[in-house]
């Protein structure tokens, strides 16, 4: 199995800047994309970034030159360096990996909180 575990949410002002990290630990294929969702308040599950393991990246349009997502593969680590940030960013943040193999599995984090005041 994979457990993917979050860190880096929290409270900022408008303005300001987050980091998150999700660190993969189990089995993770060689072949994978990982990426960041969110869900705001009575608001549907988004994709904000996600990033395969070849390093091509994709961003959501409100995210666009605010967000980067990176990642360190020798620490199966993805991480979302957020800029810029705006209250409307304010939401539950969910790591997802996706194992690419003859069968591909979808895996998620339990979620953080991100709150952008002001």
């Known amino acids: 199995q994979v457990q993917l575990v979050e860190s880096g949410g929290g409270l900022v002002q408008a303005g300001g800047s987050l980091r998150l990290s999700c660190a993969a630990s189990g089995r993770i294929f060689s072949i994978n994309t990982m990426g960041w969702y969110r869900r705001a308040p009575g608001n549907q599950r988004e994709l904000v970034a996600q990033?395969?393991?070849?390093?091509?990246?994709n961003y959501a349009d409100s995210v666009k030159g605010r967000f980067s997502i990176s990642r360190d593969n020798a620490k199966n680590t993805v991480y979302l360096q957020m800029n810029s940030l705006k209250p409307e960013d304010t939401a539950v943040y969910y790591c997802?990996?996706?194992?690419?193999?003859?069968?591909?599995?979808?895996?998620w984090g339990q979620g953080t909180q991100v709150t952008v005041s002001s």
């Open positions: 990033i395969t393991s070849g390093g091509r990246t």
């Open positions: 997802k990996c996706t194992n690419h193999g003859p069968l591909s599995f979808d895996h």
